[in-house]
């Protein structure tokens, strides 16, 4: 069966308060408002499994989407997606449900750019916040996620809020 992968950088965090802790940083009015257009360009995704770092920003991010796109499944927080690093991102999908057959991350750069240009031969200089790719692969297990099993579906950059 294959699966849909969402990927999804953090909406524009704020640095307003420069003694807070990288984890603890919220969104920004603006990272609110583009993760509010980025849903509303979505629309329903009730089927999908949401998976986010335990970063502020990360947890905001994937709550807005959460809420409205009617995603049904509650959202799960993993450790591991706290990472810049794409090796450790990889290996995080790796250990993802087999049952899961469409999931949504939300994680950090920039190991979302680079592992997304691993995965698809290298088309973006930088996934910008509230940036989306949706890809299609073409395994049965989370585990077999390599370049070969993967293409690219559609990319959402800068959504804007329409009246």
Not at 79 to 84: G, K, P, R, V
Request: some cysteine; glycine content about 2%; aromatic content about 4%.
């Amino acid at each position: 069966m294959n699966k849909t992968l969402r990927l999804i950088r953090h909406a524009k965090s704020s640095w307003q308060e420069p003694m807070l802790h990288d984890i603890d940083r919220p969104l920004k009015p603006k990272g609110v408002r583009r993760t509010q257009a980025l849903a509303q360009q979505l629309g329903p995704l009730p089927d999908t499994h949401v998976f986010a770092s335990p970063a502020r920003r990360a947890r905001d991010t994937a709550h807005i989407l959460h809420m409205q796109c009617n995603i049904s499944k509650p959202i799960e927080v993993i450790q591991a997606l706290y990472t810049f690093d794409a090796q450790d991102l990889m290996d995080c999908l790796h250990l993802l449900p087999d049952e899961c057959n469409d999931v949504t991350v939300v994680c950090h750069n920039p190991a979302i750019t680079i592992l997304v240009n691993h995965l698809i031969t290298g088309q973006f200089d930088n996934i910008v916040t509230a940036g989306y790719i949706e890809l299609k692969l073409t395994v049965p297990q989370w585990h077999k996620l390599a370049i070969d099993s993967v293409s690219l579906q559609q990319v959402i950059f800068r959504p804007e809020l329409s009246d």
